[in-house]
């Protein structure tokens, strides 16, 4: 159901070239990954960030956040960082229905960022005390690792709170119904 793993710390240049334990189990697990940053000690956390790309899946894990977040007394922010190339103007009206969609008071915040997707994470989580991130990882072929990066592993690199990744290709569809038992 559910895999959380410590990780190893910052690698090498020989670990970035080869990949380490925790990014082969980020890009092979068909379940959701809770990566935990070396050295780190537990502490309850009061809020999350859930980075969005607005996929129509963001729907399942939000209502899986919500209990989440039931479960620690905390609250979720929806982030999304528009990178160059994006349309701003799309990602507010997204935004906006997300806004709209969970008008709980266990979401905190829905906020659009500019920038690169790492370094405005990294400077959401700290201007807003952050505890753990939360996001979807889409599933690439070679190409599209090789030409665009893959942001997830780049991520749970270079922050030092707890990253819990969801699968996209963790979703399968059975018998006419989307199975989404895991959320």
Known sequence: DLIVMGMAGKTNALGNLFGSVASKVLDEADCPVLAIPAGKKYRWFHKMVYATDF???DIGILNYLKKLAAGFNAEIECLHVVE???NELRAAVNMQMLEDTYPEKVFGGFYIKKGGLVAEINKFI???NMGLVVMLSHKKDFLERFIFGEK???LARKIDIPLLVFKEN???YKKGLWDVSIL
Do not use: M, S, V
Request: glycine share 14%; charged share 40%; no cysteine.
């Open 84 to 86: 160059p190339g994006e």
């Open 55 to 57: 996929n129509f899946r």
């Open 126 to 128: 700290g201007a807003e």
């Open 152 to 154: 997830t592993k780049e």
């Open 170 to 172: 963790a979703y399968e």
